[in-house]
């Protein structure tokens, strides 16, 4: 049973153009998580979805910033015209149900020049 | 306000010690993580528990809801056990909240 996938695992975007990052939770999994790490700080919640639904989104910025998770394929954190400011690890998790332990990815680690 | 502290920020022990990394935070909680973050960022899940005490090989978590207080417990410490330990309560609602965790430095 392979583990929470994350792609790519380092991303270089200059600043305005979009950043695309992908989660494939492990399998049976339909509970997603997506949690940012700055530069010497802790993980910050961003968003929980499950396939099809964003069930809460209380920590995502409100603009540039959005997440899906379809009912087919990975999800997807997108974000557009990035800003230096986003730099940042990018962690998605997944559980099986909700208010379950969580399973991590390996990060995407997201540089924007 | 949701808050949590986690001490020692920093401990460096020698192997084969006994480490304790405590957890303390401020309102009711439903469960609590306790996470492995390695040098190269890899978070691993170590446990998730809302009463009592939890074992797994040389780890044992406990928490007292009362007190607002859980500890992660390693025995037998290893250079391989260093990392980053984090801590995180799920306060109401459904999401956890992460302290920036305690650094351990295993040596040899």
């Excluded at chain 1, 009912?71 to 998605?92: H, M, N, T, W």
């Excluded at chain 2, 005490?53 to 809801?65: D, E, P, Q, S, V």
Aim: hydrophobic content about 30%; aromatic content about 10%.
């Amino acid at each position: 049973n392979a583990g929470v996938m994350q792609n790519p695992r380092h991303l270089v975007r200059r600043r305005g153009q979009e950043a695309r990052l992908r989660c494939s939770p492990m399998k049976g999994h339909s509970h997603v998580y997506w949690y940012r790490q700055l530069p010497e700080e802790g993980l910050k919640f961003m968003v929980y979805l499950q396939k099809e639904n964003i069930i809460d989104e209380s920590g995502m910025p409100k603009e540039r910033f959005s997440a899906e998770f379809p009912k087919e394929g990975p999800s997807i954190l997108r974000i557009q015209q990035v800003v230096r400011g986003d730099s940042a690890a990018y962690f998605c998790a997944s559980s099986p149900y909700d208010r379950n332990e969580q399973y991590f990815g390996p990060g995407t680690r997201l540089t924007v020049t | 306000k949701n808050e949590v502290e986690q001490s020692p920020q920093n401990l460096t022990a020698q192997e084969g010690e006994f480490i304790t990394i405590n957890c303390s935070y401020s309102v009711g909680i439903s469960a609590l993580h306790w996470l492995q973050q390695h040098p190269g960022g890899g978070i691993v899940s170590l446990f998730m528990l809302s009463s009592g005490k939890k074992k797994h090989g040389r780890l044992i978590a406990t928490i007292n809801i009362q007190e607002k207080h859980s500890s992660l417990h390693i025995t037998a410490s290893h250079p391989r056990d260093s990392a980053v330990y984090i801590c995180a309560p799920r306060f109401t609602g459904n999401q956890f909240y992460f302290g920036t965790g305690t650094s351990l430095t295993v040596i040899p």
